[in-house]
C-alpha cells in the first residue's frame, strides 16, 4: 500500500493532533503518501483534503482540538453519500484510511470496508472511554484530568462556605468521566447513567459527611444521567445546605493532552499504518491490559460496553 488517507471524525478530543503526527511520520517512514481529509467524512465527501508532508505535523503534539479540522456527517449515514466518498478515495487513488474518531465514525469505517473493500484502520479518539474492546480511548485521561482541576478549584470555595458542588461531566451514556473524576478528586456521590439513584439516600450520605465533620460536599453528575441544574435544584428542596451546580462543558473537550494521551497517540497511530502498510483493514487499534491490540471493527463496534461496578463500589467504601 503507497497511498493511504487520514481523518478525524465526531467530537474532538485531546490527542487526535498526537495521533496525526504519528500517523503521518510512520507512513512517511515507509515511503507511503498520506491525504489528509479534512472535516471528517464530510471533508471524503466534498473531496476536501491535501497531500500531507513532514513539516505539516510539526509542533502539534502539544496541541488540543484537531489540525484537520472534524464533523458530524449524516450524509455518511446512506448509500449516496458512502459512494460520493468512495469516489473520492478512488479519484486521488488513496488505497486504505485511517479514521479517528468514536463508534460512529467507527461505523462509517466499517461500511467502505465491508460494502466497498476500503482497507479502513480506527484509532478510538473520544473522551467518553465509551468503546468497550479497548481500556482507554483518547482524550479520556486529558478530559478527566480537566474534571479534578475544575473540581478541586469547586472544593476550595465549596468549603469556604460550607456548601455542596453539583458538578456534570461529559460522557453522553457512559458514566467513565465521572466515575473516575469522582473517585480521584475524592468526591462524597456520583451518579452515572448505568445505576439508578435515589435522592433521600443521597441527602442520607451527605449528612452523615456532615456529622462526620466534613464543612463541603462534592456531587459530580454524568450528563447521561441528570442535569447538574436540575440535580442541584431537586437536592437543595431536601437539604438544609446550600447547593450550586456547575456544568464543566467543552473545557473538557480541550486542552493540551497529557503524557498518557500522547503515549496512547503514538502507538494507536504507528499501529494503524503498520497494519495498513501489511494489507490489513477493517480493524480498530486499542489498549488492553497495557499492549497495544488490534481486533476486528465489527465486532469491537458490537461489544457492549460494560460499566467497572468494582470501582464504583470503591468509591462507596473511601467517599466518606
Not at 458530524?72 to 466518498?85: D, F, H, S, V
Not at 470496508?113 to 484502520?121: A, K, V
Not at 465509551?130 to 482541576?149: H, I, K, M, P
Not at 473516575?180 to 439516600?201: C, F, K, L, R, W
Amino acid at each position: 500500500m503507497k497511498r493511504i488517507g487520514l481523518l478525524t471524525s465526531g467530537g474532538d478530543a485531546p490527542g487526535m493532533n498526537a495521533a496525526i503526527r504519528a500517523v503521518v511520520r510512520t507512513a512517511l517512514y515507509y515511503g507511503m503518501d498520506v491525504f489528509g481529509i479534512e472535516r471528517g467524512y464530510a471533508g471524503l465527501i466534498e473531496d476536501t483534503m491535501y497531500k500531507m508532508e513532514m513539516r505539516s505535523v510539526s509542533n502539534i503534539v502539544q496541541l488540543g482540538g484537531t489540525r484537520l479540522r472534524t464533523a458530524r456527517c449524516l450524509e455518511m449515514l446512506n448509500p449516496e453519500g458512502q459512494k460520493k466518498a468512495v469516489k473520492t478515495l478512488e479519484k486521488h487513488g488513496i488505497e486504505g484510511l485511517v479514521v479517528i474518531g468514536g463508534d460512529g465514525s467507527f461505523r462509517g469505517a466499517k461500511c467502505l470496508t465491508e460494502d466497498y473493500g476500503i482497507p479502513t484502520i480506527g484509532i478510538p479518539g473520544t473522551i467518553d472511554n465509551d468503546l468497550e474492546y479497548t481500556d482507554y480511548t483518547l482524550g479520556f485521561d486529558t478530559a478527566v484530568n480537566t474534571c479534578l482541576e475544575v473540581i478541586n478549584k469547586l472544593r476550595d470555595t465549596m468549603t469556604s462556605h460550607e456548601r455542596i458542588s453539583v458538578v456534570e461531566v461529559m460522557g453522553r451514556h457512559c458514566g467513565d468521566i465521572a466515575l473516575y473524576a469522582g473517585i480521584t478528586s475524592g468526591a462524597e456521590i456520583i451518579v452515572v447513567p448505568e445505576i439508578s439513584y435515589d435522592m433521600n439516600d443521597i441527602v442520607t450520605r451527605i449528612n452523615r459527611s456532615r456529622e462526620n465533620g466534613k464543612h463541603s460536599n462534592i456531587v459530580v453528575v454524568a450528563e447521561g444521567a441528570a442535569s447538574a441544574d436540575e440535580f442541584a435544584k431537586e437536592l437543595q428542596e431536601l437539604t438544609p445546605y446550600s447547593v450550586r451546580a456547575t456544568n464543566i462543558g467543552h473545557i473538557q473537550r480541550g486542552g493540551s493532552p497529557s503524557m498518557a494521551d500522547r503515549m496512547l497517540a503514538a502507538q494507536f497511530g504507528n499501529k494503524a499504518v503498520r497494519l495498513l502498510k501489511d494489507g490489513i483493514g477493517n480493524r480498530v487499534v486499542g489498549i488492553h491490559n497495557n499492549s497495544i491490540i488490534d481486533m476486528d471493527i465489527i465486532e469491537a463496534v458490537s461489544m457492549k460496553k460494560r460499566f467497572n461496578y468494582e470501582l464504583y463500589e470503591t468509591l462507596q467504601m473511601i467517599s466518606m
